[in-house]
């Protein structure tokens, strides 16, 4: 089992940043790609960023891309996810996620493990 945890979501107005953290515990993280997703209110869980175990690939959907970077501290075993420029449609609960392979996945059902959320709101 991995448990996650993230933490470092609030309130922000639009243009400005917050950094996401995600703590992982439990068996190895290292070999996890992980992701991070985020769902707003009445709306599905969707992908806003992925990164592979070693740390060398990441993928971002359009909507977000040139806004958001996530990275990863194995030694610490935390990914993070920067967010710049951030807007009022990037409102939602944040939530990261671990699966039980080394590549990154698009798909909520990609993952195995999730994180309890952190929201994320950004006012006009």
């Known amino acids: 089992q991995v448990q996650l945890v993230e933490s470092g979501g609030g309130s922000v107005q639009a243009g400005g940043s917050l950094r996401l953290s995600c703590t992982a515990s439990?068996?190895?993280?290292?070999?996890?790609?992980m992701g991070w997703f985020r769902q707003a209110a009445g709306k599905d869980r969707v992908f806003v960023a992925g990164?592979?175990?070693?740390?060398?690939?990441?993928y971002y959907p359009s909507s977000v891309k040139g806004r958001f970077t996530v990275s990863r501290d194995n030694a610490k075993n935390t990914i993070y996810l920067q967010m710049n420029g951030l807007k009022p449609e990037d409102t939602a609960i944040y939530y990261c996620?671990?699966?039980?392979?080394?590549?990154?996945?698009?798909?909520?059902?990609?993952?195995?493990?999730w994180g309890q959320g952190t929201q994320v709101t950004v006012s006009s």
């Open positions: 996620a671990a699966r039980e392979t080394e590549l990154i996945g698009v798909l909520r059902s990609d993952y195995n493990y």
């Open positions: 439990g068996r190895t993280f290292s070999r996890n790609a």
């Open positions: 990164i592979s175990w070693t740390g060398s690939t990441t």
